[in-house]
C-alpha cells in the first residue's frame, strides 16, 4: 500500500473542502426556488468549505517537510479513508448527486459526505503538531451534522431533539 506524506494528506484535504463547495453549491441552486431555508443552509455550508480549504492551504505552509511520529499507521488509514466507496467508488461525491431530487435525499447525502470527512480529519489530527486547528475543523463538521439533521427533521416533520430551524 502506498503511503501518503503529511502534504498529500493536507492536500486532499483541501480537495475534499472543494467537492464539498461544489456540492453544497449545486444543492444552493437545486432548492433555491422550492425550498429557500434548506438553499441557505447549503449557501452557509459551502462558504464555511471555503473557509476550511484557506485553513488546509496554510497548514500546509506550516508544517515541516519530515514525517511525522508514527506516520506510516496514520498514512495506511488515510489511504483507506480516501479508497472509501463513498469517495472513490461507484457512488463517489460528485457523479452521484445526479440522483438527488428532494430535500430528504441532499441532506442525507450531505451527511454521510460529513462523516466521512470528519473520518479523515480525525486521522488529520493524529499526524500533525497543529492539532487545534484540527480541531477547529472537526467541530465545526460536527456542527454541520447537527444542522442536517436538525434541516432534515424540520423538512420531514420528524423532530429531532434538540433543534430549533429559525
Same mark, same amino acid.
Given at each position: ?8 494528506? #493536507? ?8 467537492? =464539498? ?35 488546509? @492551504? ?5 508544517? =515541516?517537510?519530515?514525517?511525522?511520529? =508514527?506516520?506510516?499507521?496514520? @498514512? ?17 461525491? #460528485? ?22 470527512? #470528519? ?23 460536527? @456542527? ?23
Amino acid at each position: 500500500m502506498e503511503k501518503f506524506s503529511v502534504r498529500e494528506v #493536507l492536500e486532499q484535504a483541501v480537495q475534499t473542502e472543494r467537492l =464539498g463547495y461544489q456540492f453544497y453549491t449545486m444543492m444552493t441552486g437545486r432548492f433555491k426556488e422550492k425550498e429557500p431555508g434548506m438553499a441557505k443552509l447549503f449557501s452557509t455550508l459551502a462558504e464555511k468549505e471555503v473557509r476550511h480549504e484557506k485553513t488546509f @492551504s496554510e497548514l500546509k505552509n506550516l508544517i =515541516g517537510e519530515s514525517e511525522p511520529e =508514527g506516520w506510516e499507521e496514520v @498514512s495506511q488509514y488515510m489511504r483507506a479513508v480516501v479508497e472509501s466507496e463513498f469517495f472513490l467508488g461507484k457512488n463517489k461525491s #460528485l457523479p452521484s448527486m445526479e440522483g438527488i431530487l428532494t430535500v430528504e435525499d441532499a441532506v442525507n447525502f450531505a451527511v454521510g459526505f460529513e462523516k466521512e470527512t #470528519l473520518l479523515y480529519f480525525y486521522g488529520l489530527r493524529d499526524a500533525v503538531k497543529e492539532k487545534d486547528v484540527v480541531d477547529e475543523i472537526i467541530n465545526e463538521e460536527k @456542527s454541520h451534522i447537527r444542522w442536517l439533521m436538525c434541516f432534515k427533521g424540520a423538512f420531514t416533520g420528524k423532530s429531532v431533539p434538540g433543534c430549533e430551524i429559525a
